[in-house]
């Protein structure tokens, strides 16, 4: 049986094949649900935008003031309220597939409330897709296709603490759960703040029923312990790092390439000691000082060594999660050079005709410190691998999934190449006034919904879905990072920490 909703009305501006408003007249029309109807053309997909409660007995404010009190007593009033829904046509379904709308319904149709399957149509849902969650007021579950939400790649905005990391937990888990005849891609995470090392650790025997293990899909990789190889690092690269002058990056061009040529002639990999031992025979010593200078603080991001460790692309594999873990490190520019290198590799082994990995998706937490909009090149090291990554990758199966809480900061290219959109509460008007920018679909009542959205709850917009949805994501199986304790939780155990230490100190004297 269907569930109607209300009767087509018409109005001033409808009905059209671009606005069609209905009065509610059984069950609840909301903000955000799709409706259908019935006409000509086929059956209508729309989707309601607002409602609106009316009242004519309480149109006029100077009668409301006369009479006010008075007026519920003495009239009908209360059965006069009627509830308009405004809902804009998406779509017609056809004998010949889903259509443009392009011819309106008739005043007086019946409006339904919109049938699962012919929701889960529309959105190009599908049976076997990545479960992201529950569509608001339809008992439909966001499943979406993994080539639809990532290939073009993804960007997940939101404010501090709208349920980002929650929800990019819920996308690995399903990553990671694929089988391999679904197709399985390889995942690789850069995790800023060491929240998704949680996968990499085994389920306690207690908590075995409350979450699923990961633990043996997933590789963490301590970003403190990365060490990229001499022969890899070129001038670009080095110059990125530290500022050379024409002088010094003539001069050590040539080093690279005597050192380079000489390891190729089977002399073994080098380090940055060989380094310095070659600045010892430039001529010039004032540039060779200062080389010497250059080297020390290349050095000093302890970094590089004769060989890449570990082998990351020995981990990056179908169904699989590689966690880089960047928590312990303090200084931004190694973070960026580590992401710079990795990414720089990841994709440049899918371009190569020999495909070591598998396609892969790389994710970015704290997008907007790797790929700033408008920095220097020089402090967004990572910027233009990344970049190219956007640009270039879904040809060559290397997808982008960029997470950030400032999207204003963004850049603007990356942005513009992620053709799926996922966001989260946004409260910054300046960054909700961006994003509305940036992302095609996103209206100013869609841009308010946004602002009021609580946390877990979020609209996809884009490729991966045919019209913006607002859903709410489901719940995670995998355990929660141990950095998700309270402020409460952090207190007790500094008390508890603090009170061992005293009775540790009252029994030593
Ligand atoms: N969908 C959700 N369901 C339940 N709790 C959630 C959900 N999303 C986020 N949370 C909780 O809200 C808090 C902030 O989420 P988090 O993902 O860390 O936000 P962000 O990464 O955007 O800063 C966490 O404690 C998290 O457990
Ligand atoms: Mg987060």
Redesign the pocket.
């Known amino acids: 049986m269907r569930e109607q909703l209300g009767t087509v009305v018409s109005s001033m501006e409808g009905p059209s094949p671009s606005s069609v408003d209905f009065v509610v007249n059984e069950g609840k029309a909301h903000k955000g649900m799709f409706a259908e109807l019935e006409y000509s053309e086929g059956t209508m997909m729309l989707l309601v935008e607002d409602v609106i409660k009316t009242n004519r007995y309480f149109e006029r404010p100077d009668s409301v003031k006369v009479i006010g009190a008075e007026l519920e007593k003495n009239f009908p009033a209360a059965e006069w309220e009627f509830l308009i829904a405004k809902a804009k046509p998406l779509g017609v379904f056809t004998e010949n597939g889903i259509q443009r709308t392009t011819f309106p319904p008739s005043p007086g149709s019946k409006v339904f409330l919109a049938d699962n399957e012919r929701i889960k149509k529309f959105l190009n849902l599908q049976t076997d897709g990545l479960n992201l969650g529950r569509l608001q007021f339809h008992d439909v579950e966001l499943k979406v296709n993994l080539s639809r939400l990532l290939q073009k790649h993804l960007a997940i905005v939101?404010?501090?603490?709208?349920?980002?990391?929650?929800?990019i937990s819920v996308l690995l888990e399903e990553l990671l759960s694929r089988k391999k005849e679904q197709g399985q891609i390889g995942v690789v995470v850069i995790d800023t703040h060491g929240?998704y090392t949680c996968f990499g650790e085994p389920i306690k025997q207690s908590e075995s029923k409350t979450f699923q293990d990961f633990s043996s899909k997933t590789k963490i990789i301590d970003g403190s312990k990365i060490r990229i190889a001499c022969s890899k690092v070129h001038i670009g690269m080095i110059s990125q790092i530290v500022e050379l002058s024409p002088n010094q990056r003539r001069e050590l061009s040539k080093i690279f390439h005597k050192l380079n040529d000489e390891m190729r002639s089977g002399a073994g990999p080098f380090d940055l000691n060989a380094v310095r031992a070659e600045i010892e025979n430039v001529d010039n010593e004032k540039t060779a000082a200062s080389l010497h200078g250059v080297v020390s603080e290349l050095e000093d991001l302890n970094l590089f060594g004769k060989i890449d460790e570990p082998g990351i692309i020995d981990f990056v594999k179908p169904g699989q999660l590689l966690v880089i873990d960047l928590n312990s490190l303090t200084s931004e520019k190694k973070k960026q050079v580590i992401v710079a290198y990795l990414s720089g590799k990841l994709f440049h082994e899918r371009r190569s005709p020999s495909k070591k990995i598998p396609p892969f998706a790389l994710f970015v937490e704290e997008a907007h410190n790797f790929i700033p909009e408008g920095t220097a090149a020089e402090h967004a090291v990572a910027r233009s691998s990344l970049r190219t990554i956007a640009r270039e990758g879904r040809k060559f199966g290397a997808s982008l999934v960029v997470i950030s809480?400032r999207p204003k900061r963004l850049d603007t290219t990356t942005l513009a190449n992620c053709n799926t959109n996922i966001i989260?509460r946004v409260t910054n008007p300046y960054d909700l006034k961006h994003i509305a920018e940036s992302c095609e679909g996103i209206d100013s009542s869609t841009e308010r919904a946004i602002s009021s959205l609580r946390?877990?709850e979020a609209i996809v917009v884009g490729e991966a879905v045919g019209s913006p949805t607002f859903f709410?994501?489901r719940?995670r199986k995998s355990q929660?990072s141990r950095h998700?304790t309270t402020l409460e939780d952090s207190a007790r155990a500094f008390a508890l920490g603090e009170e061992k230490k005293d009775e540790e100190v009252n029994s030593f004297l």
Do not use: D, I, M, R
């Not at 939101?158 to 929800?167: C, D």
């Open positions: 939101a404010t501090s603490g709208a349920g980002k990391s929650y929800f929240e809480q989260l946390v877990g709410k994501v719940l929660p998700e």
